[in-house]
DNA sequence: TATGAATGAGAGTTCATTCAT
DNA sequence: GATGAATGAACTCTCATTCAT
């Protein structure tokens, strides 16, 4: 009887829900079925239901992680940058691109996930209700950087700060889901350039 | 026993394909039955069979017509437009953005499909294809019309049509999406405009 | 692939159901599978659940069916009284019992079934429901029945027909639940002679 | 973590029997899970199995606890008693039932469980058991006091004290039923004279 | 062609019981 | 003794698909 390695709870959590990573990564949400997330994280069927009380509360749990995940990516990334790149609304929204690009890369499986929770969202209202709370901070966050890059003299004054983070999140979104389908077919890099020269 | 109305064999799959497109938009491909396809197309369940050799069929079915559906509406909306316009890769680009955004709106329930497609794509082989084929048409066409844009001097020499392609099909794949989440939250007309000025 | 022989839907159900009296009365309801009745029945698990949508339903279509069959039977036995004996309450009252005592006899099953329900009452809102609803006739047809008793002077004046009526309900529960135990033990006859002598 | 508070293996036993009891009432014998009732108790899961091997054998425990229990306050209701009272069969008998039904009223929850034990009798073979060596000893003692006020003209010479004894139980089991149905719908002194005079 | 009853593999979930700590 | 994580068989219910009529 193999049991779990690991001591502390969440830990034994973190080794499910990187099971699930896999497993949702590789035949999807419906895909999957809990006895596979609990074959790869050597466990037995129960155990899974000790952690988390269903299959969608691991999706969910999955998606918590992510965001973090990301999140400090960025954040981490920013803070190499100079002061003079900080302060310019342009070089952050490029960073946040790039880094995001690279996180794609090395987390393909979480990434892969992300983006199926977006279309779950659309059927399955606890899903939907996190990716509603994430993009508004995203929206919110974007448009006050894109506010002050404006306030900057980065963008002309009469621009619409609103729609361009929209459309920054949308082209962001939009790459993310054309990686999955055809990994390596354009570059981050050149993308993230791109968008910030707009 | 009420027979399909339809006469031809044409008639009858769409009959079926559009009770199809309505409980797909309503529920997602995994949350919507045979039965209720065919209760919806006032069928009995065996008769979506005799049109169709399974769910998957239908929803490829589904796929195959949308992207038909909407490559007309372009088409008719390009051959409004006055030569000038047509010369100018940018206003084409504009135009192609404006359209998908009433196409949108008018076949909000198409679109839904469409859009969980693309994430089906990722585990169910027989949609990938389909998607596959189809982006590649896609940027194959944008790239070639964003050429003839840089032939023309519309952008500078050294830009990078196919990036630029890619990046055009992510964002306008990005609206799609958050509008199917948040209907109405920006302007598809202010998004076209932005978009083409790049 | 055994089909059921039966060609109204009510006959297919009436097979299900009687399958189901039969393992419910051998394992009672929380000792019985559904794929047990749906063999029982010589069909497939998944064909039981086109006439019921559950075990629930199951246990509950029995205890209607129930209740009718035993009514019937009353009702047919005071049919055959002479019109002396149908104006007896105490004469009646007999009857009610010794036909019940028979019905026990001949449908143990059933009737063990039935046993379960008053037990599974406690637990289950459903067959509460049921239960209850059965109880409140049938106290209000024995109070009706003894209280035209004491009109017609078979009882003293002062005698309390409702609680009598309980009385009569109780005991011909316990003859039931004592008969199940140990199927012999006492003659209904004997029983219900004595009931209605008092 | 907090131990159990009893030194003595009787005690913790009682806890744990408590809390089933408590359990069993409001949900059913298959209603409950160990892990209910071992909370209940305020001790873990395992912990239940240190003093009970089943789930079974704590159901078990509580039944011969119970006929303890009711035996016990008979037999002091009865200490008190004149002796002419406790000479009179017919008294008792009155006594008995009303005992029983102040029991009820005080241990509504054990006797809600009393009562589930009796339906499982019939599925679970060592319940039957108990069941059954409790059913012959009141039976047994029942005849015996009928007997006696037949020996003591209390009833006429051709009674047939074993039947009647029979219907003193299945009654009082039927009030049970009843009042766990519907509390308060009869007046236990009452049944209990009713009882008695017959 | 159309029907819809029937199939049966399979999914998510539960829970009595075990056992290493 | 006590804990509670882990087990895994079992259960109810679903549904794409088949096929006799």
């Known amino acids: 009887m193999p049991k779990l390695l690991e ?35 050597g466990i ?20 918590d992680t992510w965001g973090c995940t990301l999140r400090e990516e960025i954040l981490a990334a920013l803070a190499t940058l100079t002061p003079a790149e900080r302060n310019s609304a342009r070089w952050v929204l490029r960073t946040i691109v790039e880094v995001t690009g690279r996180h794609v890369q090395k987390e393909a499986a979480t990434c892969r996930v992300l983006m199926e929770g977006r279309s779950l969202a659309a059927y ?5 209700e996190r990716v509603a709370t994430e993009q508004a901070q995203a929206q919110a966050q ?20 609103a729609l361009h983070a929209t459309m920054v999140r949308a082209t962001i979104h939009g790459l993310m889901a054309t990686w999955h389908m055809a990994p390596g077919s354009f570059s981050w890099e050149a993308a993230a350039a791109a968008l910030a020269r707009r």
């Open 7 to 41: 001591t502390t709870r969440v830990a034994r959590e973190a080794r499910i829900l990187r099971a699930a990573v896999a497993c949702f990564a590789r035949q999807g949400y419906y895909g999957t079925t809990m006895e596979e997330i609990a074959a790869e994280a």
């Open 44 to 63: 037995a069927k129960g155990a899974a239901y000790v952690y988390f009380p269903s299959k969608e509360a691991i999706f969910l749990a999955l998606y």
């Open 124 to 128: 399955v209202p606890a899903i939907a």
């Open 142 to 161: 974007l448009t006050t950087l894109i506010q002050g890059g404006v306030a900057a003299g980065e963008w002309p004054a009469d621009f619409d700060a």
